[in-house]
């Protein structure tokens, strides 16, 4: 078998079978298939697409390049679960859902990321906790898990290898938008995780990789088929991201805003509370650990409510680590900056739209997030008390508080904020905060 003949059946549009993608993607992983060939496999796979035995292929080969985590020998009594988000600007919904999950009874062994481009990353976030170390070996990370119930790390080298090599190509080829590869990629890793079940967080608007609706459909559409028919019971969540998700943006505010909602949840932001709920209830239903979705909900709500998967968060995070616990009354794990401004409002009005995507770009700019992979991070960067949509806010007011470490990073982030928002006298109408739910046999509403 020759890679060139791979490459020239694709891009006639030939359906490759299953020993031509396991020949390539170890290719991919032992370095026979070269990055020009690769470049032209991504290209051919861009313009000619995949079937959906061909994706579900792709993906497990890609998931086997490496290590695949197992769960049998520890005689776990609850499903092995997890989410994924496709991305968005103030996200911390993982920090939130993880321990909820968890207190319900569910195992969460959650292998997040870091941020790259306008939108943040997970393990970021929890890197703010000063202590907090996301790189355990597998056995401790297999017991926290266990013990615990839910454990957030960060990605190694042995998951999907293949995947990190394909992914590096894909990113100079103009190929990242396919959506057999986003599919492969995002499952690849997942799955090796050995999950029972997986919910899918795919965000659309200004602020999402998938901004456009029509693509997000698609994405969510495949990644469930694909995950599904990989053995993967999966739920796909079409979710609005065209505003900021919560007050912050940032790594250490979001982690205290997360804190903030499991200690307080009836005083945290709505819309980041009843997504987080929707997508534990899914988790829970997939598990088997409720047997319709109402319950589930009710369930995972009574776990944030009632303080639960504050103290589950709060274990996770000592084991991990961290030098301090979120439950100690005199909290101190965050520094405070040298600027704490507030953004103003030049006009009055109601928030009728927000450049989400610029608002991210702009943190990015400062130092909050990163441009490339090996760009250092200032996780005390951020934005609290950041407005929503339909929010009315008289001339003069705080659209914003900016906390930052010179008046340079300050304009910045002020200009393309103010830039960002448009204010009018007529109150928008609400957009949906999920537009649909996708499984395996169809759309469920």
């Known amino acids: 078998m020759l890679v060139q003949e791979i490459i020239a059946a694709k891009r ?43 994706r579900i292929n792709l993906t497990q080969q890609m998931m086997h390049s490496g290590r695949v985590i197992g769960w049998q020998n520890l005689n776990l009594n609850g499903p092995v679960l997890d989410k994924h988000s496709t991305g968005g600007v103030g996200d911390k919904i993982s920090l939130i859902l993880a321990p909820i999950v968890a207190a319900c009874g569910g195992y969460v062994p959650m292998i997040s990321g870091r941020g790259l481009g306008h939108t943040g990353g997970t393990l970021d976030k929890l890197e703010s906790l000063k202590g907090y170390d996301p790189y355990p070996n597998e056995a401790v990370f297999k017991n926290l898990v266990k013990d615990v119930g839910c454990a957030i790390i960060g990605q190694t080298d042995d998951l999907a290898p293949a995947d990190r090599r394909f992914y590096a190509t894909r990113d100079v080829t103009a190929t990242v938008e396919s959506i057999d590869l986003i599919t492969a990629s995002i499952l690849s890793k997942k799955l090796a995780a050995g999950l029972d079940g997986l919910v899918m967080d795919v965000k659309t608007g200004n602020g999402a990789f998938a901004a456009d609706y ?77 047997d319709d979705l109402n319950s589930a909900y ?75 992979s090996t760009d250092k991070v200032d996780h005390g960067l951020g934005l609290t008390r950041v407005v929503a949509i339909g929010e009315y806010v008289e001339a003069g007011a705080p659209l914003a508080i900016a906390h930052m470490r010179t008046q340079q990073q300050f304009q910045a982030v002020a ?4 830039q960002g928002l448009i204010l009018s006298h007529q109150q928008p109408t609400s957009s949906p905060l999920i537009y649909q739910t996708i499984t395996a046999d169809g759309v469920a509403v």
Not at 27 to 47: E, K, N, R, T
Not at 228 to 257: C, F, K, R, Y
Not at 310 to 339: H, K
Not at 415 to 418: E, L, N, V, Y
């Open 12 to 54: 006639d549009g030939k359906v490759l079978s299953l020993d031509q993608i396991t020949f390539m993607v170890q290719g991919i992983y032992d370095g026979q298939v070269s990055d020009s060939q690769l470049g032209a496999f991504a290209m051919a796979v861009f313009m000619r697409g995949m079937t959906m035995p061909e």
């Open 214 to 290: 029509d693509m997000a459909v698609e994405l969510a559409q495949s990644i469930t088929k694909v995950a599904s028919g990989a053995g993967v019971p999966t739920h796909s969540l079409i979710t609005d991201m065209n505003q900021v998700l919560g007050h912050s943006v940032g790594n250490a505010v979001e982690v205290q805003e997360s804190i903030g909602c499991l200690m307080n949840p009836a005083q945290a932001d709505a819309r980041l509370v009843e997504i987080t709920l929707q997508l534990a209830a899914h988790m829970l239903l997939i598990g088997g650990l409720e």
């Open 298 to 372: 009710a369930k995972a709500q009574k776990a944030l409510e009632g303080g639960k998967a504050a103290e589950v968060f709060a274990r996770m995070c000592s084991s991990m680590g961290a030098e301090q616990s979120i439950l100690d009354s005199n909290l101190e794990l965050f520094p405070t900056l040298p600027i704490n401004q507030p953004i103003l409002a030049s006009t009055s009005g109601y928030v009728t739209s927000m450049d989400t995507h610029a608002i991210g770009m702009a943190m990015v700019s400062v130092g909050a997030g990163r441009r490339v």
């Open 415 to 418: 200009t393309a904020f103010q």
